[in-house]
């Protein structure tokens, strides 16, 4: 044995552990890992979430006057026409983008998977948007529905049509936002999607080209059912991401004309942030919160269901 | 080519060119915006308050970012932005790192409780929490700072359930094979296990950093001032004055400034952010 | 080198008693092996010795040193895991000096191992790889690399072999062999295969149900089995059992009259057995030899034919509805559905009471 291995022996008898598998052993120390973050977890996500169940039954402001109104804020938010037009609002853009990024991302899913290189390009061109950021989506959006000397005005004037003022129209706002969503985020679906495609079992397809399933009875009878789980997945985080728009309304339009393009969200910003209306803010961020987690909870069930089809 | 298209394995005549035909005539639609942006940052303001159809003809210029180089906020927004993104990635890569280790390879008392509480909190949409936090941030006077920007990104648990996940897919043989080599416990953590999460580092940090430098509403509330602007913030700022003081071609310079970097580095790492952004939606 | 003595260990998780009450003692130098099915304790066992899970009761002593109390890394133990737990960041190289490292040895010194043992497991060209590059009978030849340069007093193998495909298997099997030809420490090798308990050990302990049926030789184990359970786990096919009646023999020995009528004469002697009537007969197929029909101690069909090249099992179906295996030659004749005689060869018959403790002849059969 080398004077090496002595070393090695003399460590042993040196520090005795009483324990061997300590990892299996309860103890406090461990939380030692833990703490960093569940103190910035308590802080920062747990305690104001209580501490505004808490103020939204308050009348608070900005100057620190609180007084304890009990329910009054959530039933005046039940009266507030302009609160109830941000939640139509709300409904009516996630009507607007939901769908058709669910099935124009399940549709360049299906053209795009496929191993060629320009598949490849296509798909990092559908993606690109994603990256950017809100301010930058919007001016660009902007400056394609301004109506004198944007992109979509000179195409109406080129074909001899009146330029139309989209984000002026209370008809047209909301739309148009929803446009400018579906163009920035039609990334996430369509690569979900492709995930998904991808995890179908090649056996399938051969199964069913053995079965002289065509080309569309294949997509009916084996892709579709194969994938609905992620159909599913999809329509629900595409909820929950849309219900929080925000930085689109309120660069684009302000919530305008006339409330016309208003959602929840910024509703509750302005209350919160530009009249200070803290309680009554917050009680509106009850509500959507409210929402969120039931959608939160629905898709934690899907995803939960593991079977793939 | 794919066996998993949904055509089979054999023949690909009109039908397969038409779909790429209508794919393609899509993707130019979708580059359509950038490539009007980048045409108005090559004109004057001048030429362009006459006819922006002029970005079709020449003359272009680069006076718009010869502007910004020489007077502009962008570069301290974008230093910013470097400083809150990079400052924010890395505090989640070690509080995640260190608390998933914790939750899923020692015991302590409450574990099981304590992560399914932080499991509840990918629940919690950061409108219903940033009035408070606000508040709170006032009361700390952390307003205006960079730890203000980065904190509140440090706090979402989607890094922890990852790392979480991440960990508990290794096999304890391979903790079980330290512990015989005489790898005290912190040494198993950062020598042995640590270096085997990389893939999941790479995705957390990315995700993070994304959106770290695309966050809006934080920054624009928590540092008001225009020197703690990030770009994403600033940026927006310029929109208020749109097309006025500053100048269609002036405004359109500055967002191509922050976007094609965004492009540039999105093009290199396509793989690890697609990964990064699908992985932390389902 | 030590050897190695285990006292009465126990291990429960929370209600359930995963082993009980064992006790063993390893020589120095010794190849020991670990027979049993899957949940029977053996892995737990191991991992007891190896420090992974804590003993409730009971001692582990490695030479005079007292090791159930010490850390893992402290007993001078090495493993080589079933998945082979090699670090997939570092280099062969570099998993091998991983635990030399943590204990501060020498660079020369840990250099000096490292080359020796790479040169030992022809693994030199690999040094610099990463487990990712390299093949999985490569992966395995750095696991016990890994063991070999700690110069442990014990090796631990965790069902090493299991992950490898027939022909690496019967390979590494060999090199296996060779390695403890060449260390002085003692080794532990758990299984549940017993082709390679049979070819590895010096001794065999066949555990089942969280106990130890029976520690012996692999002879002594497949010509005496101590219980019903190792008689019926050693050795493929599976030892024929049958209820039997017994009666007095010649010479003091017994007869024992299977359920079809047929006496067959054993050596095992009257006086060795307990009082009890119930017991089984338990005997192999290569003592049952095919013949014709009327030649046989007894007479059925054959249900069933393997053709194993060597030699031919043919189950036969008895008068009484029970199913023997037996055996004929290589180039047997027999087909499905043939009526065929079968001769017991009683000198290697076993007895099993009513506690499935073995009685055996008394003269080593067998060998």
């Known amino acids: 044995m080398s004077a090496a291995a002595g070393q090695l022996s003399d460590l042993g008898q040196a520090r005795v552990q009483p324990a061997c598998a300590g990892a299996h052993q309860s103890r406090w120390s461990h939380l030692l890992y833990v703490a960093p973050y569940l103190f910035l977890y308590v802080t920062l996500l747990v305690y104001p979430l209580f501490a505004g169940f808490w103020l939204s039954l308050h009348k608070a402001d900005l100057f620190g006057g609180r007084r304890f109104v009990g329910l009054e804020n959530f039933s005046r938010l039940l009266q507030d026409q302009v609160f109830l037009g941000a939640v139509g609002n709300t409904f009516y853009f996630i009507l607007l983008t939901v769908p058709a990024l669910a099935i124009i991302g399940l549709g360049l899913a299906l053209a795009l998977n496929r191993q060629t290189r320009t598949a490849a390009i296509l798909r990092g061109v559908f993606f690109s948007s994603s990256v950017l950021s809100v301010t930058i989506v919007t001016l660009l959006w902007k400056v394609v529905f301004a109506p004198e000397g944007g992109f979509l005005a000179n195409v109406l004037e080129a074909f001899g049509r009146q330029p139309v003022a989209f984000l002026n129209d209370a008809d047209l706002a909301l739309p148009a936002i929803a446009i400018t969503t579906i163009w920035w985020c039609i990334g996430l679906p369509m690569m979900l999607f492709l995930a998904a495609l991808q995890q179908v079992p090649r056996e399938l397809y051969e199964a069913a080209a053995l079965d002289n399933a065509g080309r569309w009875k294949t997509l009916w009878s084996v892709t579709l059912p194969s994938i609905r789980r992620t159909f599913a997945l999809v329509l629900i985080i595409e909820v929950v991401l849309q219900f929080q728009l925000f930085g689109q309304a309120y660069l684009m339009t302000q919530g305008g004309p006339n409330n016309a393009s208003r959602p929840m969200v910024l509703f509750l910003f302005e209350v919160g942030f530009t009249r200070w209306d803290v309680g009554y803010a917050v009680a509106a961020g009850q509500i959507l919160f409210a929402f969120i987690a039931m959608a939160a909870f629905a898709q934690y069930l899907i995803a939960r269901r593991k079977e793939a089809f | 080519m794919s066996a998993q298209f949904a055509s089979g394995t054999v023949g690909r005549g009109f039908g397969d060119r038409l779909i790429l035909g209508a794919t393609i005539a899509l993707a130019i639609v979708m580059i359509m915006p950038m490539l009007w942006a980048v045409g108005l940052s090559l004109k004057t303001n001048q030429a362009l308050l006459i006819d922006t159809n002029s970005v079709l003809r020449a003359p272009w210029t680069l006076t718009n970012y010869y502007d910004i180089l020489i007077g502009s906020g962008v570069f301290r927004w974008l230093l910013n932005s470097i400083i809150v993104s990079f400052g924010m990635s890395l505090g989640v890569l070690v509080l995640a790192s260190l608390a998933g280790y914790g939750f899923a390879r020692l015991d302590f008392p409450g574990r099981n409780v304590i992560f399914v509480l932080v499991l509840f909190g990918l629940a919690i949409p950061e409108q219903a929490v940033i009035l408070v936090r606000h508040q709170l941030f006032s009361d700390l006077d952390l307003h205006n700072t960079y730890a203000g920007l980065m904190l509140p990104g440090m706090s979402a648990p989607f890094g922890v359930f990852l790392m979480t996940q991440y960990f508990k897919a290794i096999p304890t043989e391979i903790d079980e094979a330290a512990m015989l080599d005489n790898a005290s416990r912190f040494k198993i953590f950062w020598r042995v296990l640590l270096p085997m999460t990389l893939p999941a580092q790479a995705t957390l940090g990315i995700f993070t950093f994304l959106h770290a430098w695309n966050d809006y509403w934080w920054p624009m509330v928590s540092g008001t001032n225009p020197q703690m602007y990030t770009l994403t913030v600033g940026i927006a700022s310029t929109q208020q004055n749109f097309a006025e003081s500053a100048g269609l071609g002036y405004l359109m310079a500055q967002a191509v400034f922050a976007f094609v970097p965004v492009l540039i580095v999105y093009m290199f790492f396509q793989k690890y952010i697609v990964r990064a952004v699908s992985g932390a939606a389902t | ?335 499905l559905n043939d009526s065929v005689g079968v001769k017991f060869d009683g000198a290697c018959a076993h007895l099993f009471d009513d506690q499935d403790r073995g009685h055996h002849a008394v003269a080593d059969v067998g060998s």
Request: include cysteine; hydrophobic fraction near 45%.
């Open chain 3, 1 to 335: 080198m030590p050897g190695i003595e285990l006292k009465n260990l126990i291990k429960t998780f929370g209600a359930a008693t995963v082993i009980d009450n064992v006790s063993l003692s390893i020589r120095p130098h010794e190849f020991m092996v670990f027979l049993g099915p899957s949940g029977c304790g053996k892995s737990t066992l191991l991992r007891m010795i190896a420090g992974l899970e804590s003993v409730d009761a009971g001692e582990i002593w490695i030479g005079d040193r007292r090791v159930d109390q010490l850390a893992p890394g402290e007993r001078r133990v090495a493993m080589v895991f079933q998945h082979y737990a090699l670090y997939p960041h570092m280099t062969v190289r570099e998993n091998m000096s991983f635990g030399l490292r943590n204990v501060r040895m020498p660079t020369a010194e840990i250099d000096k191992r490292v080359a020796a043992a790479a040169r030992m497991l022809e693994i030199e060209h690999l040094l610099e790889r990463k487990p990712g590059q390299i093949s999985g009978g490569q992966r395995q030849r750095v696991a016990i690399g890994r063991a070999i340069v700690k110069e442990p007093h014990l090796f631990l193998f965790d069902e090493p072999l299991s992950n490898l495909d027939a022909a690496l298997r019967v390979r590494t099997r060999i090199e296996i062999a060779q390695l403890h030809q060449r260390v002085e420490a003692a080794m532990i090798f758990v299984t549940h295969d017993q082709v390679e308990a049979m070819t590895l050990a010096h001794r065999i302990v066949v555990m089942n149900n969280r106990k130890i049926e029976q520690i012996g030789t692999p002879m002594e184990i497949y010509s005496r089995p101590a219980t019903a359970f190792v008689a019926g786990f050693v050795g493929t096919p599976a030892m024929n059992f049958a209820p039997v009646e017994l009666t007095d023999g010649p010479n003091g020995f017994v007869s024992a009259r299977l359920p079809d009528g047929v006496t067959i004469p054993t050596r095992i002697e009257q006086a060795s057995l307990p009082g009890s009537k119930a017991f089984k007969l338990g005997i192999r197929a290569e003592s049952l030899r095919i013949c014709g029909a009327e030649q046989g101690d007894t007479a059925g069909v054959a249900q069933f034919v393997e053709r194993l090249g060597d030699r031919t099992l043919v189950y036969v179906r008895l008068s009484d509805g029970t199913t023997v295996v037996a055996e004929d030659a290589g180039t047997s004749r027999v087909a």
